[in-house]
């Protein structure tokens, strides 16, 4: 073991941001008497995150270059019989490839946020949420143990619930920071029942015993079903991870989590809380190896996420619900991949979205403010002239995401596709149509959106609501600016970032293909059954190099379904502008359907949670009041008070009374004992 990788500086990468979280926190809100001002709060919490992002890029280099690794126990909290509770981390490519990610881009949203939260009330508090978020996260994809990556995976839940409801003062916040905290309870209910058949089973904790008995767990089955446990193990991991990556059907909380601030939109939904999932499964390859049954659910629940929140992406409005059902359909695909048994494609796919997703919501929230808190893509058009860094950035991060050859995102999509292509599981046929067909719907919403706002007539001054905002919309962190003022580009701490995330966006997906998917670096961190599943091995003998990879893209079908899905958009919204409404006028029974998000919301608004109601309601009145308090407590005490009430007749207090009812009693007694014997022999006659 290398000795580059030691236990204190590796400390240091989750505390610093802590520290930073608990100094803004604490000192710089009321809560602490705010001692300290704004630019210490910031200062002290981007110092932090800069500190744990230096360190991370430092074992990045150490674990890829040095082959460095490190799983060791840092602290045992407590020993029950033979089970271990720990904290420990564990360090090789796919760790330090998630630390660098998450790092990277919370620092790029903690400078943005400098300008993007200038002037709201709660600047301090804010920034202690995303640094806390940071800490959580990092415990969460650094743990070598089931019990830490719970901890992690529920403290990025309630930081996100913090963040999501931020402005505590709005309906619309505290509806959505509530939905995605319930939603996602379903999951973790699912997750924390993996855990306990492991524990139960395998008896630890820890993921290295877990992988080193995974063989005997795949011989077991479920006690009392014909199930195997290693399936049902998988699938419980991977129901929290449906919670966790808003995988249809527990999608419902993500796209409402746009109530937050434009931030933390960045960094849930690009690099950290939503990805947490794929890490998570990508982490727990020996296990769902094992199981084919496991594999195909994944594939058919990517596959319908990646496809059908897509097309919801096609009639947003609101610029940063289109980049939301964005990330759901992109979450898809590395939800596919992984299905596929393509765990390394799709951690890939995970980091090159990471910066060319929060570069796409840094942007939108800097049309944001640049349109004077106009979030309808409506009524925005020919930006670019005013905007020229978020316009070309933006651009940028559009190509990425929809798969452009050379681009970041080309080199990860493309090879999710191959990868399904090659599956022989149940469901990939379907799985491999909705990626393909996803390729179209990308391109045609991700356009849609950039010729809307940065092309064609400028429409700011046409808004119908210029003057009373959308309960939607978020409170204007610059409410000093004019709403009928032209657009301005944003300040430079609004822009850096951008710059700093559209350089990954274009090359960080043609260096690391050829060492994350057939070199080295994710080689012990991730099992593949090469024999029965052999995707991965195909994709190997098919990759010539990322430069030869990108000339062939031109002229694979998603290339001209992507360049097909553009064309459209330009056509529809810059040449025959009149075009959608009357595809609209058409087809209202679809739009209405896409509108109401396939009433997946209503359903779960009147079948679930009624039926939770009527469900509970009936076991307080007829349960608890009806048969506990009722037949049970009440009804005991009035059947010993009538007993006392019948016997209280007997309790004259003559003497005589009691005389005569002992000689009664006296007389039954003989009669019985006489008359018993005598009764038993003629019963025998």
């Not at 890029?57 to 720990?86: C, H, P």
């Not at 950035?393 to 190509?399: C, D, P, V």
């Not at 849609?448 to 959308?470: I, S």
Request: glycine fraction near 8%; charge should be neutral; charged fraction near 10%.
């Amino acid at each position: 073991m290398s000795q580059t990788l030691n236990a204190s500086t590796l400390l240091v990468v989750p505390l610093a941001p802590l520290a930073g979280a608990a100094l803004a926190g604490i000192f710089g809100t009321t809560f602490g008497g705010n001692w300290i001002g704004r630019r210490l709060s910031h200062t002290l919490c981007i110092l932090g995150v800069f500190v744990a992002f230096v360190i991370s890029a430092m074992t990045l280099k150490s674990v890829a270059v040095d082959g460095a690794r490190f799983n060791q126990t840092i602290y045992e909290w407590m020993v029950i019989g033979g089970l271990k509770m720990e904290v420990g981390f564990l360090v090789d490519g796919l760790t330090a490839m998630m630390m660098c990610v998450v790092t990277f881009v919370s620092l790029m949203v903690h400078i943005y946020t400098i300008g993007y939260m200038e002037e709201d009330d709660g600047y301090n508090r804010f920034f202690a949420y995303i640094s806390l978020f940071t800490f959580s996260m990092l415990m969460l994809v650094m743990s070598n143990n089931f019990l830490q990556l719970f901890f992690g995976w529920e403290a990025v839940g309630l930081v996100s619930y913090l963040l999501i409801g931020f402005w505590f003062n709005k309906p619309t916040a505290i509806f959505a920071n509530m939905k995605a905290f319930l939603v996602n309870r379903v999951g973790d209910f699912g997750f924390i029942l993996g855990i306990g058949l492991i524990v139960a089973f395998a008896g630890t904790l820890s993921y290295a015993e877990t992988f080193a008995k995974a063989g005997e767990l795949a011989k077991m089955t479920l006690p009392h079903t014909g199930w195997m446990l290693i399936t049902a193990i998988c699938i419980c991991l991977f129901v929290g991870a449906m919670g966790k990556s808003a995988q249809f059907p527990l999608h419902v909380w993500l796209p409402d989590s746009m109530e937050g601030p434009t931030p933390i939109s960045a960094l849930i939904h690009a690099a950290t809380m939503v990805t947490a999932g794929i890490f998570m499964v990508a982490r727990m390859s020996p296990l769902f190896e094992l199981s084919d049954v496991a594999l195909s659910f994944i594939l058919v629940v990517g596959a319908i996420t990646a496809l059908f929140m897509g097309f919801l992406g096609i009639i947003q409005n609101d610029i940063k619900r289109v980049v939301a059902y964005s990330t759901l359909s992109q979450l898809g695909y590395m939800t596919v991949a992984l299905g596929a048994s393509a765990y390394s494609v799709a951690v890939f796919h995970l980091m090159t979205h990471a910066f060319f997703k929060a570069l796409l919501f840094l942007a939108a929230g800097s049309v944001i403010i640049g349109m004077h808190h106009n979030q309808d893509i409506r009524w925005m058009g020919n930006v670019r002239k005013y905007m020229p860094i978020t316009w070309i950035t933006s651009l940028l991060g559009s190509l990425a995401l929809i798969g452009t050859p050379l681009f970041a995102g080309f080199y990860s999509k493309d090879s999710i596709i191959e990868a399904v292509h090659f599956s022989t599981l149940p469901g990939a046929g379907f799985a491999h149509f909705a990626v393909l067909a996803g390729v179209f719907v990308t391109a045609f919403y991700s356009f849609r959106m950039y010729f809307l706002v940065f092309h064609g007539k400028e429409r700011f001054d046409q808004n119908p609501d210029a003057h009373h905002h959308d309960a939607h919309d978020e409170p204007d962190p610059h409410h000093h600016h004019d709403d009928h003022g032209t657009p301005h580009e944003s300040p430079w701490v609004v822009t850096a970032p951008l710059l700093l995330l559209a350089f990954p966006s274009v090359v960080i997906g043609f260096l690391a293909i050829g060492p994350m998917l057939y070199g080295d670096l994710l080689k012990d961190s991730i099992f593949v059954n090469s024999e029965l599943h052999p995707a991965m091995a195909k994709l190997a003998a098919e990759f010539h190099g990322p430069a030869q990879m990108a000339l062939h893209g031109l002229m694979t079908a998603p290339f001209w379904l992507a360049l097909a899905g553009v064309v459209a958009a330009w056509y529809m919204y810059l040449v025959k502008p009149e075009l959608p409404a009357a595809i609209k006028a058409r087809v209202m029974p679809l739009y209405t359907l896409l509108d109401n998000k396939y009433y997946m919301d209503w359903f779960n608004e009147n079948v679930l949670a009624r039926g939770a109601r009527l469900l509970g309601l009936g076991l307080w009145k007829g349960g608890d009041q009806a048969i506990i308090d009722g037949a049970m407590v009440n009804g005991s005490a009035r059947g010993v008070a009538w007993v006392a009430g019948v016997v209280r007749w007997f309790q004259t207090g003559y003497i005589y009374h009691y005389a005569f009812a002992m000689i009664v009693g006296v007389f039954l007694l003989i009669t019985y004992f006489i008359s018993w014997p005598q009764l038993m022999e003629w019963v025998k006659r």
